[in-house]
């Protein structure tokens, strides 16, 4: 270490000590112009991650994320203080790019990230000058804290993970980092989640609710939560949602707004931790959630968010927690948690906007009766009444009147019969009758009209499917069975189609397993009935469907045919043509997932499981815009692909086309083709050809409509100086044209020649305008010795005489009267 280094690292120690420390001023990490070389590894190493491997829960975020990634490249040292690891390949979807990461080449630098205009710089208060070593996919510095504490550091697209290995118990068992902050226009503390916001108030970076992991103990636990608290800078602390809000200013020393130190702290104190223990705070961009989750909900709020709350993490811990996504910045923001966790609840939007949140399960203390109401404009939850009796996978509706009907689910028997209507006026239950059959697994459904239908599930007392539907009519309070599904079928999808048409979609058949069918099931007054459709391409359950604003239905995910594989393929269903097609594929497979239906069009898709794996990644599927390629209309955000591109119309026809082969004008308009499809015949409005006519009008230009009502090719037409054939006009030069329809080629009089030509002594019709003569003047004998043709040939003289004369020419000058005499 050279001297000019050993300086910059002590007056950063002492600035960062006293907290006014300014961010660092590294080169950009997204420069690899200086010499690299890969970080070497070691069997200690090695060992130290295989110590943390063996506390992580065998789906844990910070396993899946680095242990196992395959993206993550090697590690390599740029300069002395600064390491770097290349994705493979760099990757940036719809506008949002990999987080940039220097990790520090000694446990006392500074790790530094940088998101969209944040920059973010931390170090760990405490940490030794051990030097980093290559543990595989991530960096491991060996006892680095208090001379017991081992520091693993690893990066991946979306996050940036800081874990510390406890051997034993510490002397204090807190950290505290100094992070470093510049372009940061705000700083939001809400539900245990630091969040870093940019000007517009949005949130681009986040420090994740900590948790330290540990051996299990006798009643299963394996992790708990580390409380963080932030010292030094101002922080925002409502729950209302931050964008569009004014961030409050961070730095309250004097110098920039937005570059300042803070102080952050994780403390587990007193948590009944045991050791040997990992404590993970994550650095995660807000493009994805802030925790992984399935079994969750998710609401389109009021002004076009959503709202994602409860369900269960990566470390099987059921969720209180709840985040809202903005589509207009693609960036989610948490708001406050609930008060009570669970998943396989329901969430449904009430009519004033706020979402009601009923019942769910908790691990350890089975189904809940328990009832929340989130506000959508301050971002709070408040207690409702509880149901009269706890009950999870259920399903609920919200009804014309505003009321929210609730059925079926696990309870107490394990399956539930009973019914139930919350009034959000009244915030009470009233009893809405017993189902039929007890049930999970099914679907419920609004009709046109205002009735409620539910649909399949699974009867967990005998053990089989349920075929039928059971209807329930809010006017008279009581239910009724409906027409039975063609076949029976558990944790299926339904979506209400237009008037009482409903579509259900794939699911589980008992000993059958997952199905591919699709039937139709018309549930109105006339003549009810379930029909099958033609079929999925792939059978799924646990799958999602939603209607698009195009009238497509589109079907992702699921759980495959085969064991425990679950698909990322997504489908389409065209509603006209009652067809299914594949459309690409998710990022993520995923079955027990969300997806939402934007304002733009798009479809959210957040959360659910995989191979064993709960994913918190988020992924937004885009409507292709007009002139992009396609498959099917549902792809398009017009609805409409024509010639394998989005078009802006339907372009039906054979005479209209939407690409710029057909059409030589640019793909996505809808235009007339540029080779006339029709023959003889006119294009029809509808796109398609003629084939018959009444008038010559219906018929191209070179054609007539015959008496047999048909076109045919129009005989020559003569018109002054030219000759019309096959539409295309020909010009006959000095020559009239011929009652024939063809073109002279001689005459007998000047009637046989255009007005600008006369007819000579040798049957030719020569042009006279040109050289001065007056129209119809030619020179021709009319008797053998009349005067007229001397007159003639004297004032063809003087005009040859004139136009030798060229234009311009200077004139002779005059003589003078010496000269002339």
């Known amino acids: 270490m050279n001297a000019g280094q050993w300086l910059h690292r002590a007056l950063a120690l002492v600035l960062g000590l006293i907290g006014c420390q300014s961010a660092p001023t590294d080169a950009d990490p997204s420069r690899h112009d200086e010499e690299a070389s890969t970080v070497a590894s070691s069997e200690g190493a090695r060992a130290a991650m295989a110590s943390a491997r063996a506390l992580l829960p065998p789906q844990s975020g910070a396993l899946a994320s680095f242990s196992t990634s395959s993206d993550v490249g090697p590690f390599e040292r740029v300069g002395d203080s600064r390491i770097v690891t290349r994705f493979a390949p760099p990757r940036c979807q719809e506008g949002r790019c990999p987080l940039e990461t220097e990790l520090p080449a000694f446990a ?5 990230i940088r998101a969209a ?63 470093a902050i510049h372009g940061v226009a705000g700083l939001r503390f809400v539900a245990n989640t630091l969040e870093f916001l940019d000007a517009s108030g949005a949130p681009r970076l986040r420090i994740a609710p900590p948790r330290v992991y540990m051996s299990p103990r006798a009643e299963g636990v394996a992790a708990a939560s580390a409380t963080l608290s932030v010292n030094g800078c101002r922080v925002d602390e409502s729950p209302a949602p931050p964008w569009g809000r004014p961030p409050v200013s961070p730095c309250t020393t004097d110098g920039p707004s937005d570059a300042c130190v803070c102080i952050v702290s994780v403390d587990w104190t007193g948590g ?58 693609g ?28 019942g769910g399960s908790r691990n350890y203390f089975g189904e809940t009766s328990s009832v929340e109401r989130y506000d959508w404009q301050t971002g709070t939850w408040t207690s409702e009444s509880s149901m009269p009796a706890p009950r999870s996978d259920h399903v609920a509706v919200s009804l014309m009147d505003g009321r ?34 007890a049930r999970d697994g099914h679907t419920a459904t609004r009709l046109s009209d205002g009735r409620v239908a539910v649909i399949g599930g699974h009867d967990g007392a005998l ?8 209807i329930f009519d809010p006017a008279s309070g009581v239910w009724s069975l409906g027409p039975d599904l063609v076949s029976g079928r558990y944790l299926h999808a339904s979506i209400g189609q237009h008037g009482d048409d409903v579509l259900v979609i794939g699911g589980q058949r008992d000993s059958y397993g997952r199905v591919a069918s699709v039937e139709s099931c018309n549930l109105g007054s006339g003549a009810p009935g379930c029909t099958e459709l033609p079929s999925l391409n792939h059978a799924r359950r646990e799958h999602t469907a939603v209607e698009l604003s195009t009238g497509f239905v589109m079907v992702t995910g699921g759980f495959g045919q085969l ?173 009239r044209c011929g009652d024939a329809g063809q073109c002279l080629d001689k005459c007998t009089t000047n009637e046989d020649c255009v007005v600008e030509a006369a007819c000579t002594d040798m049957n030719t019709c020569v042009r006279t305008a040109k050289d001065g003569m007056p129209p119809g003047c030619a020179c021709r004998t009319t008797t053998p010795a009349g005067n007229e043709a001397g007159a003639c040939v004297i004032l063809m003289a003087i005009v040859v005489r004139v136009h030798r004369r060229r234009p311009g020419a200077p004139r002779p000058r005059e003589r003078s009267m010496r000269e002339e005499a």
């Open 108 to 112: 006392s630098g500074w790790t530094r």
């Open 117 to 179: 205009s944040l920059d973010v710089s931390f170090r760990l208060s405490g940490a030794f000058d051990v030097p980093a070593r290559s543990g595989g996919k991530m960096l491991v510095y060996s006892e680095a804290f208090g001379g017991h504490g081992t520091i693993f550091q690893g990066v991946r697209e979306d996050r940036a993970e800081d874990l510390i290995l406890f051997e034993r118990r510490p002397d204090v068992e807190r950290l505290e980092y100094r992070v």
């Open 272 to 329: 009944g931790i045991s050791y040997p223990a990992l404590v993970d705070p994550a650095w995660i961009a807000t493009s994805s959630m802030a925790h992984w989750r399935m079994h969750a909900t998710a609401t389109k709020l009021p002004d076009g968010r959503v709202l994602v709350a409860g369900g269960r993490d990566l470390d099987t811990i059921d969720l209180e927690s709840a985040e809202v996504f903005d589509p207009g910045s």
């Open 331 to 358: 960036t989610w923001a948490v708001v406050e948690s609930m008060g009570l966790a669970r998943k396989k609840h329901t969430a449904t939007r009430l009519q004033d906007g706020n979402v009601l949140v009923v």
């Open 404 to 437: 929210v009907l609730v059925a079926g689910g696990r309870g107490v028997p394990l399956y539930v019969r009973e019914t139930i209507l919350f009034d959000p006026a009244t915030g009470s239950w009233l009893d809405a009758g017993d189902l039929t059959y």
């Open 463 to 470: 053990g089989a499917s349920i075929a039928a539907i059971e």
């Open 563 to 735: 064991g425990d594989s679950v698909s990322s393929s997504v489908e389409l269903f065209d509603p006209s043509s009652k067809t299914w097609s594949l459309t690409g594929s998710l990022v993520d497979p995923r079955e027990s997932h969300l997806a939402t239906l934007l304002d733009d069009g798009s479809v959210l898709v957040v959360g659910g499981n995989a191979s064993s794996k709960t994913t918190g990644g988020a992924e937004r599927w885009l409507a292709a815009s007009n002139g992009m390629p396609c498959i099917s209309g549902g792809e398009c955000l017009s609805g409409h692909c024509v010639d394998d591109v989005c078009c802006k119309a339907a372009c039906k026809g054979i005479c209209n086309g939407c690409s710029e082969a057909k059409t030589g004008l640019p793909d996505g308009t809808c235009s007339p083709v540029a080779k006339h499809p029709c023959n003889a015949y006119l294009c029809l409005p509808s796109g398609e050809c003629a084939n018959s006519c009444e008038t010559d009008s219906d018929c191209m230009p070179d054609h007539v409509c015959s008496g047999a009502a048909t076109c045919i090719p129009a005989p020559p037409i003569c018109k002054d100086d030219h000759a019309i054939r096959d539409g295309v006009a020909i010009p006959c030069g000095n020559y």
